[in-house]
């Protein structure tokens, strides 16, 4: 983009620099049509990941002069943007609890739901030590690198169907120093758990949708977020089955089991584990909107 073409779009004759302030503008303006009141903070977050700048730090950086690669990343930018790309994966990042986690097309972009059920898994570990946990479904690591930054989770078996998830997950693992502390094995479910192999807490925010969901899906989600993160099959609680059936026998006596689930699902999974004897404690938590959201069971003294 010639600096012509800058004095064009911002109804100047003068040739003049594109500013912080001045680019939060143009961009807010070309999303405001398809993002309403959201099109300025978006805008924001838009520009301060060109100028490699904080959120806060474009408002107090107004004056800062766009260089001409920055202005053509934006203009980018804002294009993916108007295709109903996430914003996470425009940025190649995304917050999870106090961490930033690569993301892209590969993974499912980290909720805030599952930093609640990460926040359980916790509270839980709390005061125990040199716990093994087993993340099935890892997905971009979200749940995996938590535990073995925040807990006393000693190390971590991430597991998930999609080999490209798995690259993605250890890239953030590998750039926030804790590679050698989760193991990512490639494979479905529990297949990848080897003979013998017991776990402290078994944690998974798995698939949970039914197919028929899809047409109710935002075009955000539906069109851009992998399918095989998001759908279970014809009910949304054919994973959450295999997962609450097989886990106890891969958990230690008094172990955990830690499930997200869709709200419409929480009193039927923990009416399972209900019934099953080889758990106790169930437990329905639920998330920020006040919606069930997390199961929690733990495997009785014994064991499988
Ligand atoms: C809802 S996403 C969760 C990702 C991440 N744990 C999170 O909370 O953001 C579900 C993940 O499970 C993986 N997955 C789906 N079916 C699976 C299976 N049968 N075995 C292992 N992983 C599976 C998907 O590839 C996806 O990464």
Redesign the pocket.
């Known amino acids: 983009m010639s600096t012509g073409v800058r004095a064009t779009l911002f109804g100047t004759s003068r040739v003049e620099p594109v500013t912080a302030v001045n680019a939060v503008r143009w961009a807010a303006e070309r999303l405001r049509p398809h993002r309403g009141d959201a099109a300025r903070l978006e805008a924001t977050y838009l520009v301060a990941g060109c100028l490699g700048l904080g959120l806060s730090e474009v408002g107090l950086r107004p004056d800062r002069a766009l260089e001409d690669r920055e202005w053509e990343e934006l203009q980018r930018r804002v294009e993916r943007r108007l295709a109903g790309e996430p914003l996470q994966y425009i940025e190649g990042r995304a917050a999870?609890r106090e961490f930033s986690l690569k993301v892209d097309r590969r993974?499912?972009?980290?909720?805030p739901e599952?930093e609640v059920?990460v926040e359980h898994v916790l509270a839980w570990a709390a005061g125990r030590h040199d716990l093994v946990a087993l993340?099935?479904?890892?997905?971009?690591?979200?749940?995996?690198l938590s535990l073995v930054l925040e807990g006393p989770f000693e190390r971590v078996v991430a597991?998930?169907?999609?080999r490209a998830?798995l690259n993605v997950a250890e890239e953030s693992a590998r750039a926030a120093g804790c590679v050698s502390r989760i193991e990512f094995r490639h494979?479905?479910?529990f297949?990848p758990v080897r003979p013998g192999e017991r776990f402290d807490a078994i944690v998974?925010?798995?698939?949970?949708l039914a197919w028929h969901e899809r047409a109710n899906l935002a075009p955000e989600v539906r069109e851009w977020e992998?399918a095989?993160?998001?759908f279970?099959g014809p009910t949304g609680l054919e994973?959450l089955e295999?997962l609450t059936a097989g886990a106890s026998r891969y958990l230690t006596p008094r172990g955990l089991l830690a499930l997200?689930v869709a709200p419409g699902q929480a009193r039927i999974v923990a009416e399972r584990l209900a019934r099953d004897a080889r758990y106790v404690r169930v437990q329905i938590r639920q998330d920020l909107a006040g919606l069930d959201r997390v199961v929690l069971a733990e495997q009785d003294d014994v064991g499988d």
Do not use: K, Q
């Open positions: 999870f993974v499912l972009v980290p909720r599952t059920l993340d099935v479904g890892t997905g971009c690591g979200a749940i995996a597991v998930d169907i999609s998830a494979g479905s479910l297949d998974s925010n798995p698939p949970y992998p095989e993160a998001l279970a994973v295999v997200e």
